[in-house]
């Protein structure tokens, strides 16, 4: 069995438009990685990170909290020290804690010869994610775990559901360089939602699923609509109906916040469309004084794994 390991823990988009806290798909072109070695002494140690400023006390990182969840439950003859080489900023909306939280648990399982199933390891995720945001949601530990788009059925027991990825999809992406939290981004939410908007967001996750079964990108376009969230978060997100706006006019099937932002997602059928749409959220963006990064990627089918 192996002593050392490296990861590859990947960016996720959460919510998916209509789908707060139950949708979740997985990125290829970004993600976090990991180094984890097995050693004699007991405990987790977190010995290295690059790439942003973090706690290194396991019991203050993403990280370190759901290692020691999986750890604790376990309580192996051996300890782990990891190194987290962070690609993916916090404070973006697209799943760092989440990326953070799950690279360990994988790693450490695979270390002590798989002990755990992906659920049970998801269990131990949403340890690391809870003290991020301060709320147990898995849409993007899961998909960052099964890879593709996953859908929360509970959380308690949990359960997730995996959907099928149609082929042709891509995911382009904008992170305007300024940081939202997710606690805050989810304490402006009302705590009441009106029936008539709840019946059209649920009629929307439930044929955005069908559609995704069925490879309907016409429907997918139809379905990618929130109408709970969006309204809310977007005014925490600089010129976002006018980058929702040029991606649409660029041919995206739909285009809303990457779970509580400030990225921007679109999803397009073929690469084609999504690097045009990719320019058009540039576009935008180029004539502002905020920094920004895009990316563009196939949805990845496959979530965490190992690189070495
Ligand atoms: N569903 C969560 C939210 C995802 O929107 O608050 C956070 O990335």
Redesign the pocket.
């Given at each position: 069995m192996k002593n050392s390991i490296k990861i590859f823990s990947p960016a996720t988009v959460?919510?998916v438009a209509c789908g707060?806290?139950v949708l979740g798909f997985c990125i290829d072109s970004i993600g976090d990685e990991m180094c984890v070695f097995k050693t004699e002494e007991k405990g987790i140690r977190i010995t290295k990170i690059e790439g942003c400023e973090l706690p290194y006390s396991a019991e203050e990182n993403v990280t370190g909290v759901s290692a020691l969840a999986m750890y604790n439950a376990l309580n192996p003859d051996c300890g782990f020290n990891i190194e987290i080489y962070k690609k993916i900023k916090p404070g973006s909306?697209i799943?760092s804690s989440a990326a953070s939280a799950v690279g360990s648990v994988f790693a450490m399982n695979e270390l002590l010869g798989q002990p755990y199933s992906k659920i049970d390891l998801l269990g131990f995720a949403l340890k690391g994610e809870a003290i991020a945001?301060k709320s147990e949601?898995a849409?993007?530990v899961a998909p960052a775990l099964f890879g593709g788009f996953t859908l929360v059925k509970s959380i308690s027991p949990l359960q997730i559901l995996e959907i099928p990825t149609p082929t042709d999809l891509y995911v382009t992406i904008i992170h305007p360089q300024i940081e939202i939290k997710?606690s805050e981004?989810?304490a402006i939410l009302p705590d009441n939602v009106p029936l008539e908007k709840a019946i059209q967001q649920w009629a929307n996750v439930g044929s955005l699923i069908h559609a995704l079964h069925t490879s309907d990108y016409d429907l997918i376009k139809e379905s990618l609509t929130d109408h709970i969230?969006e309204p809310y978060r977007s005014q925490l997100i600089p010129h976002f109906n006018e980058v929702k706006s040029e991606v649409l006019r660029s041919g995206a099937l739909g285009c809303s916040i990457s779970?509580?932002g400030p990225s921007i997602f679109a999803l397009s059928k073929g690469k084609e469309t999504a690097l045009m749409v990719e320019s058009a959220m540039r576009q935008v963006y180029i004539n502002t004084k905020i920094d920004f990064q895009t990316y563009v990627s196939k949805i990845n089918t496959e979530g965490v794994k190992i690189i070495k």
């Open positions: 959460a919510n707060y806290d909306g799943g945001s949601h849409d993007n997710t981004s989810r969230i779970g509580s």
